[in-house]
Each structure stands twice: as structure tokens, then as C-alpha cells.
């Protein structure tokens, strides 16, 4: 029964995005209704075989529930595929063949203490998120598109929480950075919104991209990509990995920028107040609650490799701590309500990170189911933030004199500092992009040169 | 021995466009000649089709046809033949030109002419079905001349082409001459290797030798271009040609610069200005990875190499088919700017999303696994090699989410002409977008067969090295005893 329900908590965003995507395809005109129903009625299976699952652990004490669904993709080594021949009959096989790596991806879900409580949190807000939105968007021309990117985020964010395999969490993983930059472009006939959505794109990629090779390292290192055999015989957060240190900490890294570039961790924490260009349930969801924790969530997750190595334990509350104190003064100078919710949603994500570094496993999820809600509930009612603003102040009889302990010209420069948002995508753009794009940019004109001449065109 | 096929499939799927393709040069009514091609082609892929299927049925390494017309034309064996790599190819390389001619809107059937369209369909069919070196050196040249005579006939300048495609077919031929022995089975001279190796780079356009491929790109009809580039006849060249006979250190110097030429190329599409350029670089990075890993030493790496290179040829080719479909309602496509397209042809969009991300290998499309193998393939033997794979398809994703950007979204564009895509293009790249889902969703039937086809590669490599390594230990100890016969 409990892998019947692992499967229904999977499938049913599936099948959700599955209906939109067709329908989107084929322009087949659905309403707004429809919709909304569609979505409601997959949360709503998805949440109570989740719920289901959790009761049950909770009554059989068990820790650990896994839902395989086979390989995907299997590719047997030649011992396997030459096993059932008589002695005989691998004659023709060349001796490299016999050395072949085998590989396989398989479609393994894992429900413990870490990714129940991801996967109910998952499916609750996005539930009221697309409440809110069906009212919120109501008669925009983006109302289906709205709904095919969050179908897209929710499959992507329940794969992720629920992965047993680090190449599962991978699938998921870009899902939710696709939907993301497409969400933050959503209003795609204003210049902002699209370039915001880029950039959010591209530190996605290459937070992906480490992401890729620290799964494939890890991979190789451990023998399969299995969650499971990488935590040996204990359940989360209790595994213990057997790598050796030195490649504990290059796979680590690999991971804990990937989870920099996912939580807007410095030095990409300039994409996180861009990315609520988007329209405010998409922001709510996504950067205050969801998307914004899952670099939290994979650093909860690889937990194992950090126990291993007090370097990377070290360098996870190093760089949270950095975070947390630039989002800090940043968040103390915003102008409007969302950017200004953003460095607050960055400032606990970095808590939640520096907890993790310092070997708390259960206080940072608990914390990040905390922050998740109150996050997304003030978000959500960032629309209406001025009447809230005007009530507090008739309540409190006038707003109170602000006063700096710091000496004038020091305040000022922090000041300066935190406006500039730390000049963090300034750096960015000036000492990788800049260069890259001018060196490239310079080969272009070589090459075109170069054609112009061999042709004997003047262009 | 090799097996025989249950129908004449090669070679009837090589005449057929051939005759058609006269049929149309007779015809002056352009849509007459689209629908004469158009039938011819989808003729042509069920013959494709119907060959891998027959080839799967017999179950051998290698196949040729039944009745082998081409030996009892010419007297010699095996010239037409299809083993476990070429297979799928004739079907792929099918598909693209029949999407590619049904995709051609009427607008523009005056550019693209369908006679010598169907004409480059037999050529590159007898291509891929071609193990006869010198029967396949013709066949490459004779490839060139569709792109040529278009060129010529649009009033360019077709110099560049010229010059690498002269260069290219010159230096494989001199290449070839020189291997003497060496065609049998041993490995060339060092003067031969090079020129083979500068003839390989050449055709696939390995940096510095690519601009040949932006600018034919730029100077002939989209569909001409995307159906010279796409088949990747150039890598299955290199693959019958050059792999085979040259020695290790060429062998490397192919992968190491194109595995440059995929970084580099991923990072020129990044900054190019116009749609047509951007796509050259895309394709040449694509392409440049997959040439890169068919060196690989291990059978994880080439299956992956094998799976991308089917995936990229229907991902790139939808995608060049959507940016087609694009221009031929808006002209040439600035990337400077935002032109606000979505409003018009959401479908195209979306496809276009789908093709380009299918490209880089995103989740649950065709080209995700084959990616996932490559990257697995790498990290196990050359970790650098598959930080710069990831870091190439990394940058490809960047460029691709950016174009898009700059062609569907901005103000909506403004037109008193519906814009809205026909159903024949739409047909197409649907078409194209659900082999894309389906063998990203259902991929284990498609990677076991390039895996058959890669162990096998590999299992061939192996025995050619053992007889060249017994003929090199055969040759020293012959030159010992001559010595210490002259020197007793």
C-alpha cells in the first residue's frame, strides 16, 4: 500500500503536467475553471498519499520507505550479460569487454524524516498558491501559461524532495530552474522581467551544471547514485558515507556551490530581489517558500559528506554566515515590499545554512517548514502591504525616530553598500561576464573578418 | 559472411529520391514539385524505416541488400552495407528532409528547390549506407554541389564554401592515396595521418576550420543549410575514413580540438547577433561533442556519444526548422532585439523551448540520458574532459532560454497579416517534439541499441589494434633477423 501511495505522491503532478503540456500543444482552449480544478485535484491526491505515508511511518516506526520503480535505463556489464552462457560461449569476447562499467538510472523515490515533511510542505503551498492565483490572475491573458509553469515547479519540487537517487534529484532540480526563469519572465512584453529571468537562468545553469558533476563524481565514488548506499546502513540524518575525505570535499564544494546558486547564497544572492519581477503568487511560492530552500534542502541531504569532512562542515557556516550578514544590512535599505521580503527570505536561508554546517539536522527543517509559511503569507499579502503599513502606524500612534550607533561617514558607506545590494552582480558582470563576452565577442569579429576576406566581400 | 536483407531497401531508398528529384526538375509549377517531393520523401523514410526494421529482424552486426543490385552492377561485394551504427541514421536523416520540405511554406518554394533537395536525400542515404572508401569519398563530393549550384544561384559569393569543401575532398583524397597498406587494416603514415586528420577537422568543421559553416548558413536558404549540417554526414565520415586507419595521436588531437570547439562554440552563440549564426555555433557545438567522445575508450562514454548524436539531429533540426518557420515571417532574425513573436505563434514557442532544451539534454527528453552517459563516460576516464562538456552544455542553455527570450517575448509585434503558424509546419515540428517526449520518456529501447552498436565499435577497434599490434611485433623481429643476418 505504501508504494502505491509513493507512486500516486509522484504521478499525480505528473499526470498534471502531462493534461497542461498536451493541452498547451495542441491549443486546445480550456478554461480558466478547468484549471484551477486540475491543480487542486492533484495537490489534493498528492497531499493525502503524502499525509497517508507519514501516518504510516508514524504508526510501524519505520524510518525509511523507498518506491522503486525500476531502471529507466540499464546497461549491464558484460559479466551480467554473459552469465547465463556455458563456459564457452564468451569466446568472442574481447578481454577490454569484460572490464565494461555497467550503468543504470533508476527511478527510485525515498520517503524518510527529511523529504515527508518537503513533500506535505510541497503540496500545501502550492495548493494555496494556486488558490490564490486562480483569483489573483483571473481573465490575464497568462493564466494557462501560469499554471502549466507551476504544474512544471510542482513536479520538479516533488521529485526533488522525494529523489533516492541523486540523478532523480537532478531531474527534478531543473525542472524547478526552468519553471523559475520562465515564472520570472512571466510578464514578457516588459524588457525587465525577461532580462531579470535570464540572469536567473543562467546562475541556475551553472549551479546546475556543479550540480552535475558533483552527482556524477559522487556516482562514481560511491558505486551507484543511490541516497540509500550512499548514507551506508543508517537513515537519514544518522548515514555515514565511506569516500575518502579529499574527494568528500571536491564533491562537496561541487554540491555546496550548486546549493549557493539555488539559495542566492553570496556571491549570487543579486538574482534572488530580480527573480520577484514575476507575478506576486509565483514570487511567494517559489523565492520566499519552495524554491529558495532547496539548496538548504540538498545540503540536508548529502548531510552524510558534511558529517565526513569538518572543512566542508567549516566552509558551508563560513559562506551562510557571510550571506546572512550582507542579506541582514541589504534587507534594512529596500525601497519596495518584495525586494525587501527577498534579503529577509535570504537572510533566514542562511541561518537555516549555518545551522546545517554546525550539525543540526532536525532544527534547520523545522526552521525552513517555519519560514516556508510565514514567508509565503507575507508575500502573498505584499499587494496589500500599504493598508497593513497604515494600520500598524494608527495603531502605534506614529512611526518611531530611527537612530544610527555608527558614526556618520562609517553609516553612510554601509548604507551606500547595502543600496548597491553589495555590488555583488557589479563584480559579476564586470570580472566574469564582461571579459568572457569581450574576448568572444573580438573572435567574432576575427571570424568575420576572415570570411569577408576569403570571399572577397567588403562588409 | 555477411547477412542479407528481406527487400532491396538501400537501394530503392537511393533511387527513388533520385528519380523524384528529376521528376520535380521537369516540373515549372513549384507546388506541383512540393508535392511530388513531399511524396517521394515520406516513400523514402518508410523505405528507411522499413531497412531498420529488417536490420533489427536479422540481427547481425552488418547487412546488405537483398538481390545486391550495386554488386551485380559493379562486380564487387559489400559496397552498399548497414551495420549497427548506420542503422538508425537513413531513417533520421529521412525524417529531417521530409519535415524539412513539408515544413517549406509557399512563400518560399521560388529559394528552396525541391529537385535538388531530393537529390541531396540519395546522396546522403548512399552516404550512410556507404562502406566502399573511395565510392564514399565521391559521394561526399557530390554532397557539396546542391549547397554550390544554390549558392551560385542566389548570387553569392560561394568562395568560403568552395575553398574548405576543395580543401576537404583534395586533402582526403591525397590522404587516401598515400595510405597504401595501410587501407587494409593497418595504420597510415605520418604524412597521410596528417592530411586525414586536417580533412577530418575540415568537414566537421572543427575550430580554427569552421567559418565555412556560418557562412553558408548566412548565404543559402535555411532548409538547404540545416539539411547539409543535421545528418552530421561529416562525423560519419571521419568515423569510416579516419578513425579507423590513423593512429592514436591523431586520433586525440580530433577530440581534443573538438572538444574545444564545443566549449568555444557554445560561448560564440552566447554573443551572436543574428538567429542564423547563433544556430551555426549551437550546431557546431553539438555536433563537436559528439566527434569529441567517439574516441572514447570506454562503451559507457560511446553509447552516449551514439544516443547524442541521434538526439541531436532531431532536436537541432526541430529547432532550426522553428527558427526557419519564424523567419519566414519576420526576414532575417535580429538577436539584438526583443521581437514580441509569442502572441502569434505560441505553438512555435513552445516548440521552439523544447527543441533547444532537448538539444542540451534536459530532463525528459531524448537527449537527457545520452547526455547522462556521455558525462558518466568522461568523468570515469577524463574528469576534465567532462568539466568541459558540462560547462559547453551549461552555456548552450544559456544561449538557447536568451534567444528565445529575444524572439517570442518583447511587445507583442505588430502585423496586419495573421502571423499564426500553418499547419504543415506546425505538423512538422509536433511531430519532431513528440519523438523528442517519447524518447526522453521511454528511452532504455534506444539506448540498448547504440550500446550494441557501441560495444560492437569497440569490440572491431580492438581487434584492429591486436592485428596491428602483431603486424608491428612481426615487422621488428623481421627487421632483427635481417639485421643479424647482414651483421652475424
Redesign the interface.
Known amino acids: 500500500m505504501l508504494t502505491f501511495a509513493g507512486i500516486l505522491v509522484v504521478l499525480s503532478p505528473a499526470v498534471l503536467v502531462a493534461l497542461f503540456g498536451i493541452s498547451?500543444?495542441l491549443?486546445t482552449p480550456v478554461g480558466e475553471t478547468v484549471y484551477s480544478r486540475c491543480t487542486a485535484a492533484a495537490v489534493s491526491t498528492g497531499l493525502a498519499a503524502a499525509v497517508w505515508i507519514l501516518v504510516a511511518m508514524l504508526m510501524t516506526d519505520d524510518r525509511q520507505v523507498e518506491v522503486s520503480l525500476g531502471?529507466?535505463?540499464?546497461?549491464p556489464a558484460a559479466a551480467e550479460q554473459h552469465a547465463g552462457e556455458p563456459p564457452g560461449g564468451a569466446v568472442g569476447?574481447?578481454?577490454?569487454?569484460l572490464d565494461?562499467?555497467h550503468?543504470h538510472?533508476t527511478m527510485k523515490f525515498m520517503f524518510d524524516r527529511l523529504s515527508v515533511p518537503f513533500v506535505i510542505m510541497t503540496f500545501v503551498l502550492c495548493g494555496v498558491i494556486s488558490a490564490f492565483a486562480s483569483r489573483y490572475l483571473h481573465r490575464d491573458g497568462g493564466f494557462q501559461r501560469f499554471f502549466l509553469f507551476l504544474s512544471f515547479f510542482l513536479l520538479g519540487m516533488i521529485l526533488s524532495s522525494a529523489a533516492g537517487t541523486i540523478?532523480t534529484l537532478?531531474?527534478g532540480w531543473?525542472?524547478v530552474g526552468?519553471s523559475s526563469?520562465l515564472l520570472v519572465?512571466f510578464f514578457?512584453?516588459r524588457?525587465g522581467p525577461?532580462v531579470n529571468?535570464?540572469r536567473v537562468?543562467?546562475i541556475y545553469?551553472?549551479a546546475?551544471?556543479a550540480f552535475?558533476?558533483g552527482a556524477?563524481?559522487l556516482?562514481?565514488l560511491s558505486g551507484s547514485g543511490d541516497f540509500s548506499g550512499l548514507a551506508g546502513q543508517g537513515v537519514w540524518p544518522e548515514g555515514r558515507v565511506d569516500i575518502p575525505q579529499q574527494s568528500v570535499l571536491l564533491v562537496g564544494c561541487l554540491f555546496l556551490f550548486a546549493a549557493a546558486g539555488k539559495s542566492a547564497l553570496v556571491p549570487f544572492s543579486g538574482w534572488l530581489p530580480r527573480a520577484m519581477e514575476g507575478p506576486t503568487p509565483s514570487s511567494a511560492v517559489f523565492y520566499g517558500a519552495l524554491s529558495v530552500h532547496l539548496g538548504a534542502f540538498l545540503l540536508l541531504r548529502i548531510s552524510p559528506l558534511l558529517d565526513r569532512s569538518p572543512v566542508l562542515s567549516g566552509l558551508v557556516v563560513l559562506l551562510g554566515a557571510v550571506t546572512c550578514v550582507f542579506a541582514a544590512m541589504a534587507a534594512r535599505v529596500q525601497s519596495d515590499i518584495k525586494s525587501s521580503l527577498a534579503f529577509a527570505s535570504l537572510i533566514q536561508v542562511s541561518i537555516i545554512v549555518v545551522e546545517i554546517g554546525l550539525g543540526f539536522r532536525y532544527l534547520p527543517l523545522v526552521h525552513i517548514i517555519g519560514h516556508a509559511c510565514l514567508r509565503t503569507l507575507q508575500l502573498v499579502r505584499a499587494p496589500s502591504l500599504l493598508k497593513d503599513y497604515n494600520s500598524m502606524i494608527n495603531a502605534l500612534g506614529g512611526v518611531a525616530e530611527r537612530r544610527s550607533a555608527l558614526e556618520q561617514s562609517r553609516y553612510q558607506r554601509m548604507y551606500r553598500f547595502a543600496m548597491n545590494r553589495g555590488n555583488l552582480d557589479s563584480i559579476l558582470d564586470e570580472f566574469v561576464v564582461r571579459p568572457?563576452?569581450a574576448a568572444?565577442?573580438w573572435?567574432?569579429r576575427l571570424?568575420r573578418r576572415?570570411?569577408n576576406w576569403?570571399?572577397?566581400?567588403n562588409k | 559472411m555477411i547477412q542479407e536483407l528481406h527487400f532491396p531497401w538501400l537501394e530503392v531508398g537511393i533511387i527513388l529520391p533520385l528519380v523524384g528529384g528529376g521528376i520535380c526538375a521537369c516540373l515549372t509549377d513549384s507546388v506541383r514539385a512540393q508535392k511530388v517531393a513531399i511524396f517521394v520523401a515520406g516513400l523514402t523514410l518508410l523505405l528507411a524505416v522499413g531497412e531498420w526494421v529488417d536490420f533489427s529482424m536479422v540481427g547481425s552486426f552488418e547487412a546488405h541488400d537483398h538481390w545486391d543490385l550495386t554488386q551485380r552492377l559493379t562486380g564487387r561485394d559489400n559496397i552498399l552495407v548497414i551495420d549497427e551504427l548506420s542503422a538508425p541514421l537513413p531513417a533520421l536523416s529521412s525524417l529531417l528532409f521530409l519535415l524539412t520540405i513539408l515544413s517549406t511554406l509557399r512563400t518560399k518554394l521560388d529559394r528552396f528547390s525541391m529537385s535538388l533537395t531530393l537529390f541531396s536525400e540519395s546522396i546522403v542515404l548512399a552516404t550512410l549506407s556507404c562502406h566502399d572508401p573511395w565510392l564514399l569519398i565521391v559521394l561526399l563530393s557530390l554532397a557539396v554541389l546542391p549547397p554550390w549550384i544554390e549558392l551560385v544561384r542566389r548570387g553569392v559569393?560561394p568562395?568560403?564554401f568552395l575553398?574548405h569543401m576543395g580543401a576537404f575532398i583534395v586533402l582526403l583524397v591525397a590522404g587516401r592515396l598515400l595510405l597504401g597498406d595501410a587501407a587494409t587494416g593497418g595504420q597510415a603514415s605520418g604524412l597521410s595521418a596528417t592530411l586525414l586528420t586536417v580533412a577530418a577537422l575540415l568537414r566537421a568543421g572543427v575550430v580554427p576550420v569552421h567559418?565555412w559553416m556560418?557562412?553558408l548558413l548566412e548565404k543559402a536558404t535555411f532548409g538547404t543549410a540545416i539539411l547539409f549540417l543535421t545528418p552530421m554526414t561529416g562525423a560519419f565520415a571521419v568515423m569510416h575514413l579516419v578513425l579507423p586507419v590513423v593512429p592514436v595521436w591523431a586520433i586525440r588531437s580530433i577530440a581534443i580540438l573538438s572538444l574545444i570547439t564545443a566549449v568555444?562554440s557554445a560561448?560564440?552563440a552566447?554573443?551572436?547577433k543574428d538567429a542564423r549564426r547563433f544556430f551555426c555555433y549551437l550546431f557546431l557545438s553539438h555536433s563537436s561533442l559528439v566527434l569529441s567522445k567517439l574516441e572514447l575508450v570506454?562503451?559507457?562514454g560511446m553509447?552516449g556519444a551514439l544516443c547524442v548524436w541521434i538526439s541531436v539531429g532531431l532536436s537541432l533540426t526541430g529547432f532550426g526548422l522553428t527558427i526557419r518557420a519564424v523567419e519566414s515571417r519576420i526576414g532575417r532574425i535580429s538577436l539584438d532585439r526583443?521581437h514580441?513573436m509569442?502572441e502569434h505563434t505560441?505553438?512555435l514557442a513552445?516548440?521552439f523551448l523544447l527543441t533547444g532544451?532537448a538539444s542540451i539534454g534536459?530532463?525528459?527528453t531524448i537527449g537527457?540520458?545520452g547526455m547522462?552517459?556521455l558525462?558518466?563516460g568522461c568523468?570515469?576516464v577524463y574528469?576534465l574532459v567532462?568539466?568541459s562538456l558540462?560547462?559547453a552544455?551549461?552555456?548552450n542553455?544559456?544561449s538557447i532560454?536568451?534567444a528565445w527570450?529575444r524572439i517570442?517575448?518583447?511587445?507583442?509585434l505588430q502585423s496586419s497579416v495573421s502571423l499564426k503558424s500553418q499547419f504543415a509546419e506546425r505538423f512538422a515540428v509536433?511531430l519532431l517534439?513528440l519523438l523528442i517526449l517519447g524518447g526522453g520518456l521511454w528511452?532504455?529501447p534506444g539506448?540498448?541499441s547504440r550500446?550494441h552498436a557501441a560495444?560492437s565499435l569497440?569490440?572491431l577497434r580492438?581487434?584492429r589494434a591486436t592485428v596491428a599490434g602483431s603486424q608491428a611485433v612481426e615487422t621488428m623481429a623481421t627487421g632483427r633477423s635481417a639485421s643479424e643476418a647482414s651483421h652475424p
Open positions: 498547451t500543444l491549443r531502471d529507466w535505463v540499464r546497461i569476447v574481447s578481454p577490454h569487454a565494461e562499467p550503468f538510472f540523478e537532478f531531474f531543473e525542472l526552468l526563469a519572465a514578457h512584453d524588457r525577461v529571468g535570464l537562468w543562467s545553469r551553472l546546475d551544471a552535475l558533476i556524477m563524481s556516482h562514481h568572457f563576452t568572444l565577442l573572435s567574432d571570424e576572415w570570411t576569403l570571399s572577397g566581400e | 559569393s568562395r568560403v575553398i567559418c556560418a557562412d568555444y560561448g560564440m552566447l554573443v551572436q570506454n562503451v559507457i553509447t526583443f514580441g509569442y505560441p505553438t513552445g516548440l532544451l534536459f530532463p525528459g537527457f540520458v547522462e552517459l558525462i558518466e568523468v570515469e574528469p567532462g568539466l558540462v560547462l552544455s551549461a552555456l542553455g544559456i532560454l536568451r527570450f517570442f517575448t518583447g511587445v507583442p509536433v517534439a528511452p532504455q539506448v540498448a550500446h560495444k569497440m569490440d580492438h581487434q
